[in-house]
Nanobody, 118 residues
Framework: QVQLVESGGGLVQAGGSLRLSCAAS????????MGWFRQAPGKQRELVAG???????NYADSVKGRFTISRDNAKNTVFLQMNSLKPEDTAVYYC????????????WGQGTQVTVSS
């Protein structure tokens, strides 16, 4: 079992920045990939960024060059630095974990709201 707790969401003006944090606990040594997803009203959930245990990263095209995912292994925390925010980035952002033994993300946080005003 892995527990995930997100923090750092809020309201920001377009062009501003926010940093989301995801604190992981439990069986963290079994975690292969950590990811940030988002879901806007009326839209499907989408992967925003992911980072593997080896440090490899991937990003959605819509956030490349603006968002950066990173991890602090000592603190079991994953971050999502979001710069140059746009109104279309408004969504609930979720942290998720995929174990080495799994084919998909099986553990999720409760979500944190990010609202970008124009």
């Amino acid at each position: 079992q892995v527990q995930l707790v997100e923090s750092g969401g809020g309201l920001v003006q377009a062009g501003g920045s926010l940093r989301l944090s995801c604190a992981a606990s439990g069986n963290i040594f079994s975690v292969y990939t950590m990811g940030w997803f988002r879901q806007a009203p009326g839209k499907q959930r989408e992967l925003v960024a992911g980072i593997t245990s080896g440090g490899s990263t991937n990003y959605a095209d819509s956030v490349k060059g603006r968002f950066t995912i990173s991890r602090d292994n000592a603190k079991n925390t994953v971050f999502l630095q979001m710069n140059s925010l746009k109104p279309e980035d408004t969504a609930v952002y979720y942290c998720a974990a995929q174990l080495f033994s799994d084919f998909d993300f099986g553990y999720w946080g409760q979500g944190t709201q990010v609202t970008v005003s124009s």
